[in-house]
């Protein structure tokens, strides 16, 4: 059974930086597709960063900003988080699919940012930050 558990959500202030990470179980690791969403009330979810073996993505609004990593000795996903601004104000998620999920144009592959590929999801880490 897989199992993802968030973890490092806080309160900060705009500018400062957090990580949040997510535990995983259950998932041949180094196969996998994995991810960060994130969601406020009454928005709709929005990936933020992905990553496979071979490549990550982000979202436009935190390029530069975040960065997606994983270890896989510990099966663990991490969000290092620089630069806050009120805007990353949401509840965090993080999801893994069971396998390669990636979209290439022109022969470079990105790994996906859509909801829909993922198969596994925590339960959700809060991040607030306060101007």
């Known amino acids: 059974q897989v199992q993802l558990v968030e973890s490092g959500g806080g309160s900060v202030q705009a500018g400062e930086s957090l990580r949040i990470s997510c535990a995983a179980s259950g998932l041949t690791y180094g196969g996998t597709t994995m991810a960060w969403f994130r969601q406020t009330p009454g928005k709709e979810r929005e990936g933020v960063a992905s990553i496979t073996e071979s490549s990550t993505t982000y979202t436009d609004s935190v390029k530069g900003r975040f960065t997606i990593s994983k270890d896989n000795a510990k099966n663990t996903l991490y969000l290092q988080m620089n630069s806050l601004k009120p805007d990353d104000t949401a509840m965090y998620y993080c999801?893994?699919?069971?396998?390669?999920?990636?979209?290439?144009?022109?022969?470079?592959?990105?790994?996906?940012?859509?909801?829909?590929?993922?198969?596994?999801w925590g339960q959700g880490t809060q991040v607030t930050v306060s101007s």
């Open positions: 999801a893994a699919a069971a396998g390669l999920r990636t979209y290439c144009r022109g022969g470079l592959c990105s790994a996906s940012l859509k909801g829909s590929d993922f198969d596994y």
